[in-house]
């Protein structure tokens, strides 16, 4: 099983900045791409960055020049710069990641992010 562990959000103001982290912990074999995925109330779930277990990254359109993802290892981290009140929204984490049963998506219980003044 894997355990992913975000932290990091809270309540920001327009302009502001917040970092988010994911740690994955449990009894994986290896970790491949992690994302950062977010949801804001009654929108779908969306793709908000990822990167691969070699550091290629990409970005939703609406975030790019503002977010910066990156990873040491089997912890992630989004620095989310210029927040704007659409940011807000419950952030997750995923990992794709091996253990000895299957090769699978594995889900944090997401932290909140909310920008506003």
């Known amino acids: 099983q894997v355990q992913l562990v975000e932290s990091g959000g809270g309540l920001v103001q327009p302009g502001g900045s917040l970092r988010l982290s994911c740690a994955a912990s449990?009894?994986?074999?290896?970790?491949?791409?992690m994302g950062w995925y977010r949801q804001a109330p009654g929108k779908q779930r969306e793709l908000v960055a990822r990167?691969?277990?070699?550091?290629n990254t990409n970005y939703a359109d609406s975030v790019k020049g503002r977010f910066t993802i990156s990873r040491d290892y089997n912890t992630m981290y989004l620095q989310m710069n210029s927040l704007k009140p659409e940011d807000t929204a419950v952030y997750y984490c995923?990992?794709?990641?091996?253990?000895?049963?299957?090769?699978?998506?594995?889900w944090g219980q997401g932290t909140q992010v909310t920008v506003s003044s």
């Open positions: 449990g009894s994986f074999l290896r970790i491949y791409t």
């Open positions: 990167i691969t277990s070699g550091t």
């Open positions: 995923c990992a794709d990641s091996l253990t000895v049963l299957r090769r699978s998506d594995y």
